[in-house]
């Protein structure tokens, strides 16, 4: 069917399904779909680690929330979007350590203490905005470059000219371009799904972090203190959902608290992206694609109005797409051990 449309479009260039075929395809899409695919997928991949570990964290949205708002704060104070970044994850991750007190320690409901921290969060980032800037909107503050102007501006010999014109002829490339005029960050995400697959299956660690979601029993007879692997995962979470927070807002410069924030649902699309992927990093990275991908598209659709269907119902596209593949794929085999509280020594 896709092929098909694509086909139809490029067959009918002056038709609006040809210009659509256009946006698709083109590269300003699919670099707006990075940029949105970085929050969603650190948080996926930290909902991964939690809930492998028997954890479900579904306050993703809360840590992201969080992150965003500390993330601008200390940029704001420092100057540098690079210790905004580190801000975001340590606000992110202290939040992720109460909620893994909560339910490890006092063996609190996890999806109610997942929810409590996203209604934290919620209340508290537009809160701290209010009292700093005097609005739940922040200033704005610097944001992340992309890689050519910084390997531009560094004045290393080879970087500076060689490597920048090499990308320069690459970014026009038509929609694989956007890859090689992205922002660090872009590339951090795909860096932190290779390393994320790698120690989830092929480290220790990994291992206890499946064991305890699968048989914590088992790993406890082995030795390993299975409270101490899921209060790892659980502050793992947060630090990659501090990533994302933080990302996302210094790819705008700002952090915007009205409403349901800036974030708007995507530490839930991350729980849909990781479920859908099977809980691995690179499946959860390629549903991450998708569900970015179409709401990158639909921001373009309206830009340019090249259908006749209100501009309300074009936004629905990408939460109507997560409910079908809810509907459709919804049925992955979650840890067995997952939300079960578990002490050492219990039979």
């Keep these: 069917m896709f092929a098909l449309v ?7 260039p002056d038709t609006p399904l040809g210009r659509f075929v256009d946006v698709l395809f083109a590269n300003t899409t699919m670099s707006s779909a990075l940029r949105l695919s970085v929050p969603i997928a650190f948080a996926a991949l930290g909902g991964i680690f939690a809930e492998k570990s028997g954890v479900i964290n579904i306050g993703l949205e809360g840590l992201l929330i969080i992150a965003a708002f500390a993330g601008v704060y200390v940029t704001d104070i420092t100057g540098s979007v690079w210790f905004g970044l580190g801000g975001g994850i340590v606000a992110s991750a202290l939040l992720a350590l109460l909620f893994a007190v909560v339910c490890i320690e006092f063996r609190a409901d996890q999806i109610i203490a997942g929810l409590a921290v996203w209604l934290i969060a919620l209340g508290l980032a537009p809160f701290l905005s209010q009292v700093v800037y005097g609005s739940t909107n922040t200033d704005g503050v610097a944001t992340f470059r992309t890689v050519p102007a910084m390997l531009a501006e560094s004045g290393v010999p080879v970087l500076s000219t060689v490597v ?5 002829r690459a970014a026009g490339l038509p929609t694989v371009g956007a890859l090689f005029n992205a ?12 390393v994320c697959w790698w120690v989830l299956n092929r480290t220790a660690f990994g291992r206890h972090v499946r064991a305890s979601g699968e048989n914590p029993k088992a790993l406890d007879t082995a030795g390993v203190n299975v409270s101490l692997v ?8 947060g630090v990659l959902a501090g990533i994302g927070g933080a990302a996302l807002a210094l790819s705008l410069g700002q952090f915007t608290g009205n409403g349901p924030t800036m974030v708007n649902g995507k530490g839930f699309i991350a729980i849909v992206a990781y ?16 569900f970015a991908g179409l709401d990158a598209l639909q921001l373009t ?7 006749a269907v209100p501009a309300a119902l074009v936004r629905t596209v990408p939460y109507i797409t997560v409910i079908v593949v809810l509907a459709l794929f919804g049925r992955t085999r979650i840890p067995e051990a997952a939300g079960d509280h578990y002490e050492s020594g219990e039979e």
């Design 230 to 237: 899921r209060y790892k995962a659980a502050i793992l979470s």
């Design 183 to 194: 922002t660090p960050v872009v590339y951090l995400m795909f860096v932190a799904v290779a």
């Design 301 to 307: 659709l309206q830009a340019r109005d090249i259908f």
């Design 275 to 290: 479920l859908f992927g099977n809980y691995n990093p690179i499946g959860a990275l390629l549903s991450t694609l998708l």
């Design 6 to 12: 694509v086909v139809a479009g490029q067959l009918l």
């Design 164 to 168: 920048v014109d090499w990308m320069a």
